[in-house]
């Protein structure tokens, strides 16, 4: 297993990396956006932060948000596993790691959609902004960084001949 990156490679990385840091920044500003709807369509008629839990759907739409947030992080290793324990053809490894970042941003702000939500349910724009700041801090969390892709790359480049 060759543990460097031909030119070819080192190019194509440093593509990948800055597309998926420039995906990391458009989630953030949706994340952002949904945080700031319901503060304005709500306009202060109630009293934002009183997160009642009196709707029963609320604490299962809240619910799910948190383990949004938590499965983020597994899910597309999940499915790198999967690839890595399959045999096959050569797959676009550059690809498979956008495709792997998406659903990790995808499921992080989905969060904040479900906060959005719980803002327009409860009347409440607390909801929006408690769960769109988490998706927020989780997705600069996983920003995509150079060693880290690199290593993905590599790991899957060598699988996937």
């Not at 009642?52 to 499965?71: C, K, T």
């Not at 939500?117 to 009347?123: A, E, G, I």
């Amino acid at each position: 297993m060759d543990k460097q990156l031909n030119p070819a490679e080192k190019e194509s990385l440093e593509q990948v990396l800055k597309k998926l840091q420039l995906l990391s920044i458009a989630f953030i500003a949706t994340c952002l956006l949904l945080m700031t709807i319901p503060w304005i369509i709500l306009d202060g008629s109630v009293e934002p932060f009183q997160f009642s839990f009196s709707d029963p759907i609320v604490p299962i739409l809240f619910g799910i948000a948190v383990a949004e947030l938590f499965l983020a992080p597994y899910l597309p290793r999940l499915i790198e596993s999967q690839f890595l324990n399959t045999t096959g053809a050569k797959k676009g490894v550059e690809q498979l790691i956008f495709t792997l970042h998406i659903i990790g941003l995808a499921l992080r702000e989905t969060t904040a959609v479900f906060g959005f939500v719980l803002s327009m349910v409860t009347n409440d724009s607390g909801w929006a902004m408690l769960l769109g700041a988490l998706a927020a801090v989780a997705i600069l969390f996983s920003w995509p960084k150079r060693r880290a892709v690199k290593k993905q790359f590599i790991k899957l480049r060598d699988r996937s001949y």
